[in-house]
């Protein structure tokens, strides 16, 4: 018997029964467990790292930080929170991030309800129980009357499957699974595959570190000088005394990011009268340039004129004629998620840098000793990923999800997720996804999205307490609308139209979906309006 089993009424071994299992313990699990322990509710937490922090634990990879500004990408749900922690600059890295996170457990006392280095491999729903029987890699087995699934959007690695990766005999490494000690690379012939935002960081310090740096790209990306710099205490001093009123545009703007959304249209604006709005967000620093005009995303035009702007950046930065136009990218500006960076660009000016094309040669193969492309050999002793993830659906599908019947959510989500404002599937009763695929999520400033829908299903849990209801369950005409009315909103834009992988693309025979949906204010107030209505496209049943 394992110590989360205990004896039952009748003498016999069942599942210890705890009121809900939340599994991951980055900020969304953390933040869940505070707010759902505050209900009274046993809450029993399980994260499959040997620590907590989510994202911030595990992209431990030289240059890692935030691009939303410290003071934005933070909790919003205690005063006192918000009063004690000081962030030390503009853009807090991934060590400061964590040990943000750290604070916020010990200051809540959340550690003790956290399991860690325990992953959940398997959830099944008991229909006659109403429960949800949980079991961990570790062989462990609790029912829950509620699951949240906290699992992270960003979370479950992609390492594609190059032929010939098990027989090199180099280092390799994935970004999102950076050893905890670092890496020693002085000297070191290092190649890294990938030209994401994790790769726009890490390449100009790996550069610094390596011998040489083979970059391996397959698409270039949008990237702007995020101008990081130490915070200014009286910036810090006077955000936090109307805290409420400094966070409302990184909530407000359709993408509840700090692109500084413009209302004017960059239609009516002339060529210079662009350029100039572009010129003064590039200097300010930031993804702005992507909100210089509120129709930048939906007016093919003066989304060129965007593009050929940092095309433009990008040609005057980098020396090499040849490198530079391979960097430029031809998708539309933000239809892949836009990158700020430091040294970006310049980086292609070193002489231990170079930058290989992969999209006309792709990876033939790694070897023994290095990587072959483009009928050409590259000798590397180490051989870094950055090669992204299994976005949005990629740690719910490793986790065997079976709701009614015994469906199985890959089953249901063969053709792509469908689920009812990303936080309830049909099928699948008490059953919650934070920040799950139909909701805003990685398009908008995550610890926000993540307060949103937590308070949301604690509100609900509240809600269902009172009335003694004890099963909640999305309808399937609410998915199928909510699902309908997500690929609208989308097809408006130009997201769509580029192989991202906020539609899947980045993961071979991923169906082609665009997953997160777009407009944080109005996704907030639909799901306001959803509880005015009595939770309206839900069941609830005693
Ligand atoms: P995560 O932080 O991903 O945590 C999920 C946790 O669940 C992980 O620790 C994982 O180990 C655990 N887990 C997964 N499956 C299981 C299982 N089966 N059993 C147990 N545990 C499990 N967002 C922004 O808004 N702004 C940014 O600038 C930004 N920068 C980012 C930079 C990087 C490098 C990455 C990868 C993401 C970034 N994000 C950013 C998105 C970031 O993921 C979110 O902001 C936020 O940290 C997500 O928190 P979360 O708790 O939802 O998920
Ligand atoms: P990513 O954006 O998916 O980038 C992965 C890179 O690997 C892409 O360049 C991709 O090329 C390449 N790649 C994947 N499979 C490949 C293959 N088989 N062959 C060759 N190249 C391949 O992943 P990421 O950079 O880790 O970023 C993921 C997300 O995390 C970001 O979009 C962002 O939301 C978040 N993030 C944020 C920050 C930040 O600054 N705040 C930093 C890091 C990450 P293709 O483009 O051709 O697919």
Not at 118 to 143: H, K, L, Q
Not at 315 to 336: F, I, N
Not at 381 to 386: E, H, K, N
Request: glycine share 10%; with cysteine; hydrophobic share 35%.
């Amino acid at each position: 018997m394992t110590d989360t089993q205990k004896i039952g009424r009748n003498g016999d071994r069942t599942a210890r029964e705890v009121d809900v299992v939340v599994a991951g313990a980055g900020f969304g699990g953390l933040y869940a467990l505070y707010r759902l322990r505050g209900l009274g509710l046993e809450v029993q937490v399980y994260e499959a790292g040997s620590d907590i922090g989510g994202t911030w634990y595990w992209n431990r990879y030289p240059g890692a930080r935030c691009d939303v500004e410290s003071l934005a990408y933070s909790y919003a749900f205690s005063r006192e929170l918000e009063e004690d922690w000081d962030w030390s600059e503009r853009y807090a890295s991934q060590p400061e991030i964590l040990e943000y996170a750290h604070h916020v457990a010990e200051r809540f006392d959340l550690r003790r309800d956290i399991q860690l280095e325990t992953r959940v491999v398997s959830a099944v729903y008991d229909e006659a129980r109403g429960r949800w029987t949980v079991r961990t890699d570790r062989g462990e087995e609790v029912s829950a009357q509620f699951c949240v699934m906290a699992t992270g959007c960003l979370s479950a690695r992609n390492i594609p499957d190059f032929p010939g990766l098990d027989r090199y005999s180099g280092r390799c490494f994935h970004t999102g699974d950076w050893p905890e000690e670092g890496v020693e690379l002085e000297g070191r012939r290092v190649g890294i595959i990938g030209s994401g935002s994790t790769a726009i960081q890490a390449i100009p310090i790996l550069a610094e570190q390596a011998g040489e740096l083979f970059v391996f790209q397959r698409t270039p990306n949008f990237s702007m000088p995020a101008r990081n710099t130490p915070m200014d205490p009286d910036y810090q001093k006077r955000a936090k005394a109307s805290y409420p009123a400094f966070r409302e545009p990184f909530v407000s703007g359709m993408f509840g990011l700090d692109f500084h959304p413009n209302d004017r249209l960059g239609a009516s604006a002339s060529p210079e009268e662009r350029n100039e709005v572009f010129e003064e967000r590039w200097r300010a620093g930031g993804l702005g340039v992507v909100g210089a005009f509120a129709d930048l995303f939906v007016d093919e035009e003066v989304n060129e004129a965007a593009a050929e702007f940092i095309r433009g950046k990008i040609r005057e930065t980098v020396h090499d004629p040849e490198v530079a136009e391979l960097l430029c990218p031809d998708t539309p500006v933000g239809c892949k998620r836009p990158c700020a960076d430091t040294n970006y660009f310049e980086t292609y000016n070193r002489p231990n840098v170079t930058l290989v094309d992969i999209r006309n040669a792709p990876v033939e193969e790694i070897t023994e000793t290095g990587l072959r492309t483009g009928g050409r050999h590259y000798e590397l002793d180490c051989i870094v990923f950055a090669t992204g993830f299994a976005a949005m659906t990629g740690a719910l599908l490793r986790i065997d999800i079976r709701g009614r019947d015994g469906v199985k959510l890959a089953e249901k989500w063969a053709e792509g997720p469908k689920t009812y404002l990303g936080l309830g599937v049909e099928g699948f009763p008490n059953l919650f996804t934070i920040t799950g695929p139909g909701s805003p999520s990685v398009l908008a400033n995550m610890i926000p999205g993540i307060e949103q829908h937590v308070n949301w299903i604690a509100d609900c849990m509240v809600y269902m307490r009172e009335r003694g209801l004890r099963r909640i369950e999305a309808t399937p005409e609410a998915e199928a609308a909510w699902v309908e009315h997500v690929n609208q909103i989308a097809d408006r834009t130009i997201y769509p139209t580029c192989n991202s992988w906020y539609v899947g693309a980045n993961i071979p025979g991923k169906p082609r979906v665009f997953m997160p949906y777009l407009g944080f204010p109005r996704y907030v107030a639909k799901c306001e309006q959803v509880v005015a209505n009595g939770y309206e496209g839900f069941r609830l049943e005693s």
